[in-house]
């Protein structure tokens, strides 16, 4: 990696209000889907869109033109105008954040860059930031595009790349800012164990949440809400012999049952990774944020099996999410205190 520049605070705590923000769409997305929202908005106006109907006669388009398609004909036939506007909002802020943080990336990144503060390994960073924030924006269009089908289902594999690219943003961003306010000069790890072992929790915590996606898209935690056995039994034995590599996730009972034990494998590595930082020679800061990650984890395991045992309620399903974004950030944080810190007590 490149030498990074000066500590900038102007573009810390730019880099850190983007994050913020994105962590507010996360917020707003799990909103909308839980909601039911995500497909009352059916054109991606990016221009014109950004106001709502602002008349009884606007409204009253947006609903005709929402009427054409399968969702209100298969699910929502017979709503009012007044159920609309409540699903509406939702999508609606949604989409409007996403614009205001598109403008709230590129309007700062134009000035930092006519003001030459930006360094050549900082402008590949940002620029690659930008094009994730894009890549972002259209696969969320392209998620809602599924739903405008003859089955008013937005895809899970849509969903589950689209929030995933929003925490790859996430993570990128906090690498950047550790890199410009980091002020110990890259190095190796303490030992290579040490690195694999952060980047091993880091790689299983995105894991997590890619299959968390899929149970969103598949709308498998209001199914089995049992715990640790599903209505019984460890894996449903109805689909023994029924299940493929290529049908396997399509099924939300077995994506359910990965999520499920996955969070177990990730708990345990937070442990085992906690258990390390006391065994090598790290500073108290690395230690604290493996305690902290441990922590977290706890708090998210309990939030799932709850949020699982109350069929889904939206309040806990979207603090669920939250947390998760919350531990990948710690995930990113300690694999880059070991990737590229010198541990000098």
């Not at 030459?116 to 390994?121: M, T």
């Not at 259209?138 to 594999?157: A, Q």
């Not at 930082?277 to 977290?296: E, K, V, W, Y």
């Amino acid at each position: 990696m490149a030498q990074k520049t000066n500590y900038n605070k102007a573009l810390v705590l730019w880099l850190l209000s983007g994050a913020f923000l994105i962590l507010a769409m996360v917020v707003i997305g799990g909103i909308t889907r839980l909601t039911g929202s995500g497909l009352s908005i059916v054109e991606w106006n990016v221009i014109s869109g950004t106001l709502p109907p602002l008349t009884d006669a606007a409204w009253a388009a947006a609903f005709e033109k929402y009427k054409q398609f399968p969702e209100y004909q298969k699910l929502n036939t017979g709503m009012s105008l007044h159920g609309f506007k409540q699903i509406f909002w939702w999508e609606y802020l949604h989409r409007l954040l996403g614009r205001v943080i598109g403008l709230v990336f590129i309007l700062p990144f134009l000035y930092f860059l006519v003001k030459k503060q930006l360094s050549a390994w900082l402008f590949g960073r940002l620029l690659l930031i930008l094009l994730l924030g894009a890549a972002q924006g259209v696969m969320g269009w392209l998620m809602v595009k599924s739903g405008l089908v003859d089955n008013p289902h937005v895809s899970h594999f849509r969903l589950a790349v689209h929030l995933t690219l929003a925490i790859i943003l996430i993570g990128v961003i906090l690498w950047t800012v550790a890199d410009l306010v980091s002020a110990r000069k890259i190095q190796k790890p303490v030992t290579p164990a040490s690195g694999r072992l952060a980047w091993t929790v880091l790689i299983l915590v995105l894991l997590q949440i890619e299959l968390g996606a899929f149970v969103a898209g598949l709308k498998a935690g209001f199914s089995y809400n049992t715990y640790p056995l599903m209505e019984g039994e460890f894996f449903p034995s109805h689909l023994a012999g029924y299940l493929s590599w290529s049908t396997i996730w399509e099924n939300g009972a077995a994506v359910q049952f990965m999520h499920r034990w996955v969070a177990v494998l990730v708990l345990g590595m937070l442990f085992y990774f906690w258990q390390q930082s006391r065994r090598i020679t790290m500073p108290a800061a690395t230690r604290n944020l493996a305690g902290l990650m441990l922590l977290t984890g706890l708090l998210q395991t309990v939030l799932g099996i709850t949020t699982l045992l109350l069929a889904v309620p939206v309040a806990l399903g979207v603090l669920h999410q939250v947390v998760a974004v919350l531990l990948f950030g710690l995930a990113v944080l300690a694999a880059h205190r070991v990737s590229v810190s010198n541990y000098r007590s």
